[in-house]
C-alpha cells in the first residue's frame, strides 16, 4: 500500500513539476526589475524630454500672439519667422552657444565641449555646471536650446513690423553664439553671478529680459511703425488684428511654462520627489493672479478690461514667478504675480508715453517684469528651499536681510547691460551696412508681400486665387485711415 502511495506520489509530483515547468523557465527568462538608480535616471530623463518639447511649443504661442497683436498683413511674416529662428538657435546653441553657457572655462565664459557630441563627453569635467543631474547630455542640450529659442522669440515682438527679414538670421546667429549664453554661463553655468549666489530658478533674467533688453535696443534704432506717433506728439493705438489669436496663445504660452519651470529641476526625483509639482502650482497661482490684477487694473486706467492687457497680465505673471518659483512660498507666488500683472499694464503705457513703439510689449512684459520676479527673491526666498536648492540665501521677509536683494539687483544691472549694449552694437552694425528696417513702400504694403512675395491671408488681401484688390493697395488705405484715427484699444 505504501509503495502504491509512493509511487502514486511521486506520478502526481511528476505531473505537477511538467505542468509548473513552462511557468518556471518564463520566470527564469523575465529581465529582473532595473535598479532604483536606472529607474530614476529613464524618470528623470523622460521628465526633462517631456518639458522640452512643452517648452518648444511655446513658439506657437509666441506665434499667436506676436500675429494679433499685429496688423493681418504681416501675419505670415510673422509666423515663418519663427520658424527660421528657433531653427538658426537649434544649430548655434548646438556648435557654439551651449559650451559658452555650460562649459567648464572661468567666470566669464565656458570654455570646452565645442560642437557638442553627447557620446564623447564627460559631464563632470566638460561640463560641470551640469553634473547634478544624471539624465544624458542629449537631454539637457534639448531643454536648454528650447530657452535660447525662447529668449530670441522675445526679441522680435519688440521690432515687429518694420524689421527686415535678414535681420532676424543675422542677430538670431549672434543671439545664440555670443550674446544668451554668455549671461547663461554667469547665472547658471558656474560664472560669477553663480558664485555669487543669484537666485534665478528657471531665467527671469537669463531668458525673458535677455529678450527684452535685446528688444530694447532694437526699437531704439528701428524707430516706430509708420503712423504710431503724429507731430504733435500723440499716440495711435495700431490695432492687432485677432484677439481670439492672443488669447490662444496666452494659453499655449502658460501651457508652455508648465514644462519652463518645473522642468528646470531637469529631474523628477530630485530635489526630492515631485518637487516640479510643488513648482507647477506656485508658477499657476502666479499667472492667475497677474491676469487678475492686469483685468483691474486696465479696467481702473483705461475704463475697460482691455482684452489684450489681461493676456499680459498673465505672461507678465509668468515671467516674474519664472525665477522664484522654487523658492517662495505659494501666497508668495500671488502677490509676485499680481504685482507683474500691475506692471505689464503701467509698464506698456508708460513705453508709449516716451515714443517707443513696442507693438506686443515685450520690453514691459519681459523686461520690467523680469526685473521684478529676479528682484522677488531677494524678499520672499524661503530659508528651507534655499537650503534644498542650495543656492544663496534667504529673503528680506525671512530673515536673510538685504544681502540676497544686492546680489539679485547686481544680477540683473549686469546682465541688461551686457545684452543691451551688445544688442545695440549689433543693430546698429545691421542697420549701417545692409539696413535695419524695410522700407517705407514695404512697411505700408505688408511685410508678407514685400518679404516673401506672398500673403498669409490671400483671400483678404489679393481677392482669394483670382486677383481681386492689388497688393499694397488695401494696406495702404488701412494703414492711412488708421493713421488719420485714432482708436483706443491698447495693444
Not at 565664459?109 to 564623447?120: E, F, P, Q, R
Not at 525673458?208 to 524707430?223: D, N, Y
Not at 511654462?257 to 518637487?275: K, R
Not at 551696412?433 to 483671400?459: A, F, Q
Request: hydrophobic residues 50%; aromatic residues 10%.
Amino acid at each position: 500500500m505504501k509503495s502504491i502511495l509512493s509511487n502514486r506520489s511521486s506520478w502526481i509530483a511528476g505531473i505537477a513539476l511538467g505542468l509548473l515547468a513552462p511557468v518556471m523557465a518564463f520566470a527564469d527568462t523575465t529581465p529582473t526589475p532595473p535598479p532604483p538608480t536606472i529607474a530614476a535616471v529613464a524618470s528623470d530623463t523622460i521628465w526633462t524630454v517631456v518639458a522640452a518639447v512643452l517648452v518648444m511649443f511655446m513658439q506657437a504661442g509666441f506665434v499667436l500672439l506676436e500675429a494679433g497683436l499685429t496688423r493681418a498683413k504681416n501675419a505670415g511674416h510673422i509666423a515663418v519667422k519663427n520658424i527660421v529662428i528657433y531653427s538658426i538657435s537649434s544649430l548655434v546653441f548646438w556648435a557654439v552657444g551651449f559650451a559658452i553657457c555650460f562649459g567648464t572655462g572661468n567666470s566669464i565664459i565656458g570654455t570646452s565641449g565645442w560642437g557638442l557630441d553627447v557620446a564623447d563627453k564627460d559631464i563632470a569635467t566638460v561640463f560641470a555646471s551640469l553634473s547634478f543631474s544624471d539624465v544624458p547630455l542629449s537631454a539637457k542640450y534639448l531643454f536648454e536650446v528650447v530657452f535660447c529659442a525662447v529668449s530670441l522669440a522675445i526679441v522680435w515682438g519688440g521690432m515687429a513690423e518694420r524689421t527686415k527679414f535678414s535681420t532676424y538670421i543675422i542677430f538670431g546667429v549672434i543671439f545664440s553664439a555670443v550674446i544668451y549664453p554668455v549671461v547663461g554661463h554667469w547665472i547658471w553655468g558656474g560664472g560669477w553671478l553663480s558664485t555669487l549666489g543669484m537666485q534665478d530658478f528657471a531665467g527671469s533674467t537669463v531668458v525673458h529680459l535677455q529678450g527684452a533688453g535685446a528688444a530694447l535696443a532694437g526699437a531704439l534704432l528701428l524707430g516706430p511703425r509708420i503712423g504710431k506717433y503724429t507731430k504733435d506728439g500723440k499716440s495711435n493705438a495700431i490695432v492687432g488684428h485677432n484677439i481670439p489669436f492672443v488669447v490662444l496663445g496666452t494659453f499655449i504660452l502658460w501651457l508652455g511654462w508648465f514644462g519652463f519651470n518645473p522642468g528646470s529641476t531637469l529631474m523628477a526625483t530630485t530635489p526630492s520627489v515631485g518637487y516640479f509639482a510643488y513648482i507647477a502650482m506656485t508658477t499657476n497661482l502666479a499667472a492667475a493672479a497677474g491676469a487678475l490684477a492686469a483685468m483691474f487694473t486696465a479696467w481702473k486706467i483705461l475704463g475697460a478690461p482691455d482684452m489684450s492687457m489681461v493676456a499680459n497680465g498673465a505672461i507678465a505673471a509668468l515671467v516674474a514667478i519664472t525665477a522664484s518659483c522654487a523658492f517662495v512660498d505659494p501666497w508668495a507666488s500671488v502677490v509676485i504675480g499680481a504685482i507683474a500683472g500691475v506692471i505689464a499694464v503701467v509698464g506698456v503705457l508708460a513705453i508709449d508715453r516716451i515714443h517707443i513703439d513696442d507693438p506686443v510689449g515685450a520690453v514691459s512684459v519681459h523686461g520690467m517684469a523680469g526685473i521684478w520676479g529676479t528682484l522677488s527673491n531677494g524678499l520672499f526666498a524661503t530659508p528651507d528651499r534655499v537650503k534644498l536648492l542650495a543656492v544663496g540665501t534667504p529673503g528680506l521677509f525671512y530673515g536673510g536681510g538685504f544681502h540676497q536683494l544686492l546680489v539679485q539687483a547686481e544680477g540683473v544691472s549686469a546682465s541688461l547691460a551686457y545684452v543691451f549694449f551688445v544688442s545695440l552694437l549689433v543693430f546698429y552694425v545691421i542697420k549701417v551696412t545692409i539696413g535695419l528696417r524695410v522700407s517705407e513702400h514695404d512697411e505700408v504694403s505688408g511685410l508678407d508681400i514685400s518679404e516673401h512675395k506672398m500673403w498669409g491671408y490671400p483671400e483678404m488681401f489679393s481677392g482669394g486665387f483670382g486677383g481681386g484688390t492689388a497688393p499694397g493697395e488695401l494696406a495702404g488705405r488701412s494703414e492711412m485711415s488708421m493713421a488719420q484715427k485714432p482708436v483706443t484699444q491698447r495693444t
